[in-house]
């Protein structure tokens, strides 16, 4: 018997509202004006770029659900990917240097309070349970047809 669990959408979407919610509440605090002089009232503002906390924190989140004990060299994937799409929003002039910055510090941030509230170990636990029930029960074991 196959089981299912919630588990992983759960984690995914709580991090993406907690992102979401830190991201749009510190645009709406600052409303800074872009390099082109303009707020746009329906995104807050410049700071911090929503497109590398978003990158950065999607990236970290797949490292997490790949595998939750990554060692200190997964973690410049996400860091890279941060990198590339902010040089790319300052390369457009869509954003200040300080906005990429503040906006790789914010999805820090929040892989930080992921790590440090054990929320991928809670997502794993599951699994790990599975796993022990399965064996337990023989199922690991090959049937004949």
């Given at each position: 018997?196959?089981?299912?669990?919630?588990?992983?959408?759960?984690?995914?979407?709580?991090?993406?509202?907690?992102?979401?919610a830190?991201?749009?509440?510190?645009?709406?605090?600052m409303?800074?004006?872009?390099p082109?002089?303009?707020?746009v009232?329906?995104?807050?503002?410049?700071?911090?770029?929503?497109h590398?906390?978003?990158?950065?924190?999607?990236l970290?989140?797949?490292?997490?659900?790949a595998?939750?004990?990554?060692?200190?060299?997964?973690w410049?994937?996400p860091?890279?990917?941060?990198?590339?799409?902010?040089?790319?929003?300052?390369?457009?002039?869509?954003?200040?240097?300080?906005?990429?910055?503040?906006?790789?510090?914010?999805?820090?941030?929040?892989?930080?309070?992921v790590?440090?509230?054990?929320?991928?170990r809670?997502?794993?636990?599951?699994?790990?349970?599975?796993?022990?029930?399965?064996?337990?029960?023989?199922?690991?074991?090959?049937?004949?047809?």
């Amino acid at each position: 018997m196959k089981r299912r669990s919630l588990r992983p959408l759960v984690f995914v979407g709580g991090v993406g509202l907690l992102t979401v919610a830190l991201t749009i509440g510190t645009k709406g605090v600052m409303a800074r004006p872009d390099p082109h002089g303009l707020v746009v009232q329906s995104n807050g503002g410049s700071f911090p770029s929503g497109h590398t906390v978003a990158v950065m924190v999607c990236l970290g989140v797949a490292v997490l659900l790949a595998h939750p004990r990554a060692g200190r060299w997964v973690w410049l994937i996400p860091a890279t990917g941060g990198g590339l799409v902010g040089a790319a929003m300052l390369l457009q002039a869509a954003h200040w240097s300080t906005d990429v910055v503040g906006g790789a510090l914010l999805a820090t941030s929040v892989l930080a309070v992921v790590i440090a509230l054990g929320w991928s170990r809670w997502l794993h636990q599951q699994r790990r349970n599975d796993n022990a029930d399965r064996l337990a029960d023989g199922s690991h074991l090959p049937t004949r047809a």
